[in-house]
């Protein structure tokens, strides 16, 4: 079924006031307007092209996107709304995160592709490529016509150019979180950092000494030596970099100096050499899980919701792993030696939505995703809906409803009821969500990440490429990766040996043409910097 298929044209107004406004759910238009200036709920006016929601009629569009861990997506108290609202059901097929990268390519690479992709964790540079290929259609003309609200922000937050191509074209929507980290941060158990005696850690040495105590110290005194002092699920790993100095982005595997304007390729660093050393001693030492190349995060939240044997965490919040009566046990780690290596940027998180050929109203898509720009759409995209996910008191603090229908505790919420987290999705920021907070859990994170912004490395830069430097580059890339994640697990899990292996290693990138990639994110980098100055 092609997007929007099941009924007729929907209908639309001439840049006119939509017919009804109101609250999300209730079947009435406060997302795209037609008006100049601003309306009463804060969205945007301004000349476009309106869309009236609720449709007359059932329009189905056929999408791929991550499943949530705690309900599929198209069953959140968000998407249910949404649908409410619009009168646009969605037809997803889900994948877990395990699977999402392979099922997403697959789709794409053998034409069975679906009209959009949300929550799907595509890459700025995967989706080059197949706009490239004519496969996912540009959004410029789309965004300027049915969605003021995002235009808005991005005016506002002067963002234009962090989710536009080199050929000037838009082929995604974001997540727009404001500025703050743009990784998972590093948290320590200091209940456990307590008993076997010792500090927060200040050096790699030290990381060392904590992680030794934490595996023969018997912290959570249970009298066995059951304790992982790191668990890391898969792809987790990469994740403890930024406390050991390395702030990579993942657009490029580089780190930047812009003062010097300098561009180091992480994987055949001497920092990620030393980086692997670490960890290949602290696995053979078993001071990380042994699985730490298969365990997956549902693994690390059972043990967390069952036993007290977790240390050192890399995640983007402890609570979703140890509850929200444990959280505050947990502190983040900060940088050693002071660097300035924890990644942070303007909050703009790219590919939460992309649209292909196969749709057939891409527009009803834009509207219907415009609205989660809104302050509205946005609480009902990160919050939910008052009175069945949250309730706010007089004081204007919100309060999330625990041991609910949607969910026990707050994380649980978030994986059953809404549309945030775990992977960009197209949504704004939430003024109430921020202002609003009164939970000592999510306020004491916010303390942690505003501690961790002290150490910020220089911001990752918003780079883009041309179509036949992104034609090369998405070959050279998928090649490259691979072999980078395959010598990392081997080196680590000491089925290779580091010392005797990094020169072939090396060798065997410079022979998959890792001078070819360097010479075309350096390009990109350079005209970066010249637009910066």
Not at 66 to 85: A, V
Not at 164 to 179: C, F, H, R
Request: with cysteine; proline share 4%.
């Amino acid at each position: 079924a092609g997007c929007g298929s099941g009924g007729d044209e929907p209908s639309r107004g001439s840049g006119q006031a939509a017919e009804q406004s109101g609250t999300p759910g209730d079947g009435s238009d406060s997302g795209s307007g037609g008006n100049s200036g601003e309306n009463a709920d804060g969205s945007a006016g301004g000349s476009v092209e309106e869309i009236a929601f609720p449709l007359k009629e059932t329009w189905t569009v056929e999408a791929f996107a991550f499943s949530n861990t705690g309900q599929e997506l198209d069953k959140t108290l968000t998407m249910q709304k949404l649908e409410e609202r619009t009168n646009i059901h969605w037809d997803l097929t889900t994948f877990s995160q395990a699977e999402l990268d392979e099922k997403r390519n697959l789709s794409f690479n053998g034409g069975d592709y679906y009209d959009v992709y949300i929550k799907s964790g595509i890459s700025s540079v995967d989706t080059y490529k197949y706009a490239a290929q004519g496969i996912i259609i540009p959004l410029n003309d789309l965004i300027n016509q049915y969605m003021p609200n995002l235009k808005k922000k991005l005016d506002e937050q002067d963002i234009w150019g962090n989710i536009t191509s080199a050929d000037g074209n838009i082929y995604a929507l974001p997540e727009l979180d404001g500025p703050g980290l743009s990784a998972p941060a590093v948290y320590i158990n200091t209940v456990w950092l307590d008993k076997v005696g010792k500090e927060m850690p200040k050096t790699k040495d030290e990381f060392y000494d904590v992680l030794c105590a934490f595996r023969d110290g018997d912290p959570n005194g249970n009298g066995e030596q059951d304790e992982y002092p790191i668990y890391c699920p898969n792809g987790a790993v990469s994740m403890l970099m930024p406390i050991f100095g390395i702030a990579m982005d993942w657009n490029t595997m580089s780190m930047y100096d812009h003062d010097t304007g300098s561009i180091t390729y992480v994987p055949t660093s001497q920092e990620y050499k030393e980086f692997l050393e670490f960890m290949a001693r602290a696995y053979e030492e078993k001071l990380v899980n042994q699985d730490c190349y298969s365990a997956t995060w549902e693994d690390i939240n059972a043990i967390g919701a069952t036993q007290d044997a977790l240390g050192v965490i890399p995640t983007w919040g402890v609570y979703q792993h140890v509850g929200t009566e444990r959280d505050e046990d947990y502190d983040a780690i900060l940088p050693f030696d002071g660097a300035h290596s924890v990644p942070a940027g303007k909050g703009v998180q790219y590919g939460g939505l992309v649209i292909t050929d196969k749709c057939e109203h891409p527009e009803l898509i834009c509207a219907w995703a415009d609205y989660l720009y809104t302050e509205e759409g946005a609480v009902l995209g990160i919050m939910g809906v008052e009175g069945e996910t949250y309730t706010l008191d007089d004081d204007g603090k919100y309060h999330w409803i625990e041991d609910g229908e949607w969910g026990a505790d707050q994380n649980a919420i978030r994986n059953s009821a809404l549309l945030v987290g775990w992977y960009p999705a197209p949504l704004g920021e939430a003024v109430l969500y921020s202002e609003g907070l009164d939970n000592p859990e999510e306020l004491f994170l916010l303390q942690q990440r505003k501690r961790l912004l002290e150490y910020a490395a220089d911001e990752y830069p918003s780079l883009s490429w041309s179509e036949e430097e992104l034609e090369e580059k998405a070959d050279l890339v998928t090649a490259i990766n691979s072999y980078v994640d395959q010598y990392q697990s081997l080196v680590v899990t000491g089925a290779y040996d580091l010392e005797s292996t990094w020169e072939e290693y090396l060798a065997n990138l410079s022979s998959m043409d890792l001078e070819r990639l360097q010479e075309i994110d350096r390009a990109a980098y350079d005209r970066w910097l010249s637009e910066r100055q």
